[in-house]
């Protein structure tokens, strides 16, 4: 199905992108990177995703054109970026699920999936590291005349952030062969840096400090936490603490290293996990998550004190990272 990418992009004059609740890096990338493509091939665009994206993000061009509400329009067609769930644009969805159903529907993904819906045509691959980076290959084998710098400049942003500034353990070869066609096509690699790597506010470095004060060691396991009632004192969102596990992950006696935090409403409790060499995957799955090899999340209902209830799962993913040696 894949291969009619093409005739359906090409067909099709209005078109909604959507991205997922509590939108990330990759999201956000893929919705406003293939907008732009499409508006350059003389498409009518609109972007979507259930809730605002960070602060952090507002140095993006174009990050104004996504909007909260969706206006259940007549697009010809729907595309899905970074996820492949209903669920995964919330209230989108739960308003009126049979809108979605009766539409065309365009899938980029790049995460497990349980089923495909009999609407959509599905862009996925597993091994890819990001959502972006299926979208950036697919329409630039099709379409390379749409890209220009400032485009190739956006792509790259995605291939820095989602390598870790090619840092992360992934297919290098297909990184680098992806990040020289954007060198080649004038990406402003020095844009990109500053505004990702080099750009930290100072209430995030105190959120780091109260993180690191937290850090607690089991052995191969090294995590740290933070509550809603942190973000808000520091005035901070959840995408600018967590740059906080960024250095966390690297550091050298952890095999697995974890952010604990609660939810807005208190209900729930988020484990991010990373590693080097370990399948957090398997652990994520453990407790009902998912996600990647060596970067996965997952939640748990909120049942007791949250420092006493982040203990208790340490020790099992300690238990796992033992069993797993």
């Not at 937290?214 to 740290?224: D, E, P």
């Not at 942190?230 to 952890?254: C, N």
Request: proline residues 1%; hydrophobic residues 40%; aromatic residues 16%.
């Amino acid at each position: 199905m894949e291969n009619n990418i093409k005739q359906i992009i090409e067909s099709a004059d209005n078109i909604a992108l959507f991205g997922h609740k509590n939108p990330d890096w990759d999201s956000i990338w893929s919705v406003l990177w293939l907008s732009k493509i499409l508006q350059k091939m003389g498409k009518k665009t609109s972007c979507f995703t259930p809730n605002k994206a960070s602060k952090i993000y507002d140095f993006v061009d174009w990050i104004e054109d996504i909007a909260i509400d969706f206006d259940y329009a007549n697009y010809d067609i729907l595309i899905f970026l970074d996820f492949s769930s209903y669920d995964r644009i919330g209230t989108f969805y739960q308003t009126n699920p049979d809108y979605f159903h009766k539409q065309k529907i365009l899938v980029f993904d790049h995460h497990l999936y349980s089923k495909q819906e009999s609407n959509w045509t599905m862009i996925h691959d597993l091994h890819s590291m990001s959502a972006c980076e299926l979208v950036f290959e697919k329409t630039y084998q099709r379409w390379p005349e749409l890209f220009d710098s400032k485009i190739a400049t956006c792509f790259y942003l995605w291939l820095t952030t989602d390598s870790g500034n090619f840092r992360y353990d992934t297919d290098h070869q297909r990184v680098m062969w992806n990040a020289l066609k954007l060198i080649n096509l004038w990406a402003d690699k020095k844009l990109v840096v500053d505004n990702t790597f080099r750009k930290k506010s100072f209430a995030g470095i105190k959120m780091m400090e109260k993180m690191f004060a937290r850090l607690t060691q089991k052995w191969w396991f090294v995590y740290s936490r933070y509550t809603q009632q942190d973000l808000t004192q520091l005035w901070i969102d959840r995408d600018e603490a967590d740059f906080g596990q960024v250095i966390i992950q690297d550091i050298d006696e952890a095999k697995v290293t974890a952010i604990f935090r609660t939810d807005e409403d208190d209900t729930k409790i988020y484990g991010s996990l990373r590693s080097k060499d370990t399948n957090v995957q398997e652990i994520a799955g453990h407790f009902g998550g998912g996600w990647h090899k060596y970067a996965a999340g997952f939640s748990v209902d909120r049942k007791w004190e949250f420092i006493f209830q982040i203990g208790e799962i340490a020790q099992q993913i300690t238990d796992f990272i033992w069993l797993d040696k």
